[in-house]
T-cell receptor, first 111, second 113 residues
């Protein structure tokens, strides 16, 4: 089982739609979680951290479910500019002090 | 402005040649990382360094080497032993705290001539 798993998509949604992605992680000791956004042929950029109580940043909401070991990202009122690949990132708290990146979920928002 | 600078943006390697990718940061971050990304794939960790003069292998270190002589610099050498070097290489840095995110440079695209 991969440490971090995501549905690769693509998710094709119309402008204005609400879309949600899930990401599962295998290590129950994981302590920190992030969502990154990566545009085609560009570097990943931090979208938001994910806190235990859930958190919101404008149209974006992140949730953590420790019992089921998944995190989610909800995007409301999708814009064309939201089209990108969304990477789920986890600190697995193993002996290696490095984050683990999921392979990403591709979102395509259509006019 | 604070940030991470990778150079060159594009690099071509001949057979049997070693090439070095530069990564410099002025964020005063202790930790630095190198990743490789193949088309349509996720990021794979090559090497990382938590402190000057120390570095650790990641998942795909074979055919690569690094050094960390200065806090702000973490160059990656792609050696001739790496038989399939064509990829997008990303350097990142973070505060040395397990709960902190990483920040990325804008990458180097390496191709074989």
């Amino acid at each position: 089982r991969k440490e971090v798993e995501q549905d690769p998509g693509p998710f094709n949604v119309p402008e204005g739609a609400t879309v949600a992605f899930n990401c599962t992680y295998s290590n129950s000791a994981s302590q920190s979680f992030f969502w990154y956004r990566q545009d085609c042929r560009k570097e990943p950029k931090l979208l938001m951290s994910v806190y235990s109580s859930g958190n919101e940043d404008g149209r974006f909401t992140a949730q953590l479910n420790r019992a089921s070991q998944y995190i989610s990202l909800l995007i409301r009122d999708s814009k064309l500019s939201d089209s990108a690949t969304y990477l789920c990132v986890v600190n697995p708290y193993t002996g290696r002090r490095a984050l683990t990146f999921g392979s990403g979920t591709r979102l395509q928002v259509q006019p | 402005d604070g940030g991470i600078t990778q150079s060159p943006k594009y690099l071509f390697r001949k057979e049997g040649q070693n090439v070095t990718l530069s990564c410099e940061q002025n964020l005063n971050h202790d930790a630095m990382y190198w990743y490789r990304q193949d088309p349509g794939q996720g990021l794979r960790l090559i090497y990382y360094s938590q402190i000057v003069n120390d570095f650790q292998k990641g998942d795909i270190a074979e055919g690569y080497s690094v050094s960390r002589e200065k806090k702000e610099s973490f160059p990656l050498t792609v050696t001739s032993a790496q038989k399939n070097p064509t990829a997008f290489y990303l350097c990142a840095s973070s505060i040395d705290d397990r709960n902190q995110p990483q920040h990325f440079g804008d990458g180097t695209r390496l191709s074989i001539l």
